[in-house]
């Protein structure tokens, strides 16, 4: 079992930066591949970033890329996510999800066991 608590979300204007925290309990975090997914109001949920179980491979929406960075401390428990040059169209609440033995790149959230409640990410104009 994994608790996942996400924190670090807030209101910032466009081109600036946030990061992102998710800590999990739980003794198998380490066997987990973690993603971060993202909904906007009226949208489905979708896929932003996810890590391999020893943090060594990452991957990122289209989207994202270039502008995100996702990494983990497994001495923390912990998963980031660094946010630059953010756009109005990030804004969304924001959840981290651990897929047990996955391999971060599956950005389907049916692959995802558990997932924490969310943190609101605002970017604005």
């Known amino acids: 079992q994994v608790q996942l608590v996400e924190s670090g979300g807030g209101l910032v204007q466009a081109g600036g930066s946030l990061r992102l925290f998710c800590t999990a309990s739980?003794?198998?975090?380490?066997?987990?591949?973690m993603g971060w997914f993202r909904q906007a109001p009226g949208k489905e949920r979708e896929f932003v970033a996810g890590?391999?179980?020893?943090?060594?491979?990452?991957y990122y929406a289209d989207s994202v890329k270039g502008r995100f960075a996702i990494s983990r401390d497994n001495a923390k428990n912990t998963v980031y996510l660094q946010m630059n040059s953010l756009k109005p169209e990030d804004t969304a609440v924001y959840y981290c999800?651990?897929?047990?033995?996955?391999?971060?790149?599956?950005?389907?959230?049916?692959?995802?066991?558990?997932w924490g409640q969310g943190t609101q990410v605002t970017v604005s104009s």
């Open positions: 999800a651990a897929d047990y033995l996955g391999s971060g790149a599956n950005s389907f959230t049916r692959s995802y066991e558990y």
């Open positions: 739980g003794r198998t975090f380490s066997r987990c591949a």
């Open positions: 890590v391999s179980q020893g943090g060594r491979n990452a």
